[in-house]
């Protein structure tokens, strides 16, 4: 398995642009997230999905950060418009539910810069 | 919701001594408790895992240690080695399949 694919691995953009981020989960998962990392904060959670169900958004930081999951192998964070602030690295996650089998496994993560 | 702390922030500890970090959490109904090691630049990865219906887990030179009652988990590394210098983090599961993370634990193994 190639695990939890994300792109792009690096994304420069300047302030007030789109940003769409991309992830494919683990065939056969069927719980993604959506964090993000800094330093300041640390690993957020921003979103999570169940069978491409949004769950609980409560950590979207502002209407301007939306995701959607239109199917089980994929799913976008999109961020409009974009500000310095949200520079940091967003890392998707999946993992299967229901079971024993609960482990989470993060993609490699796209560096975010909004200059 | 969870809320979960994690100590120390940094750790240093010569090669081939022990390190130990520590996890509390909030909410009595969580139930997992995995801990990540994240190299730098890297993705978090999965290193070892507990459920709530068990004290303690082993996997060669790592150790998780969970008290339910006093809502505590530690990772126990021993015999460290340069490799094992990374950011640790803690994490609790809560209800609802939502995993939440320690702030992480910098940890440098000198040798």
């Known amino acids: 398995d190639a695990g939890v694919i994300q792109s792009p691995r690096h994304e420069v953009t300047e302030m007030g642009q789109e940003v769409t981020l991309r992830c494919k989960p683990i065939s056969g998962h069927n719980s993604l997230f959506w964090y993000r990392q800094t330093m300041m904060r640390g690993l957020e959670l921003l979103i999570y999905?169940?069978?491409?169900?949004?769950?609980?958004d409560s950590g979207m930081p502002e209407d301007r950060f939306s995701a959607k999951m239109p199917n089980a192998s994929f799913s976008t964070l999109k961020i409009q418009p974009s500000e310095p602030r949200d520079s940091a690295v967003y890392f998707c996650?999946?993992?299967?539910?229901?079971?024993?089998?609960?482990?989470?496994?993060f993609g490699s993560g796209t560096q975010l810069s909004v200059l | 919701g969870e809320n979960v702390e994690q100590h120390p922030s940094t750790l240093s500890v010569q090669e081939g001594d022990s390190a130990v970090i520590k996890c509390t959490y909030s909410?009595?109904?969580?139930?997992?408790f995995p801990w990540y090691k994240q190299e730098l630049g890297k993705r978090p990865q999965l290193i070892i895992d507990?459920?709530?219906?068990?004290g303690e887990k082993k996997d060669q030179r790592i150790a998780v240690t969970l008290n339910k009652t006093a809502k505590h988990f530690s990772l126990h590394i021993t015999e460290t080695q340069p490799e094992d210098s990374a950011v640790y983090f803690c994490a609790a599961r809560e209800y609802g399949n939502k995993l939440v993370f320690g702030a992480g634990t910098i940890l440098r193994v000198k040798s």
């Open positions: 507990i459920r709530s219906n068990v």
């Open positions: 999905f169940n069978n491409n169900v949004p769950i609980d």
């Open positions: 909410d009595s109904a969580s139930n997992y």
């Open positions: 996650a999946s993992t299967s539910t229901g079971g024993r089998n609960e482990k989470l496994f």
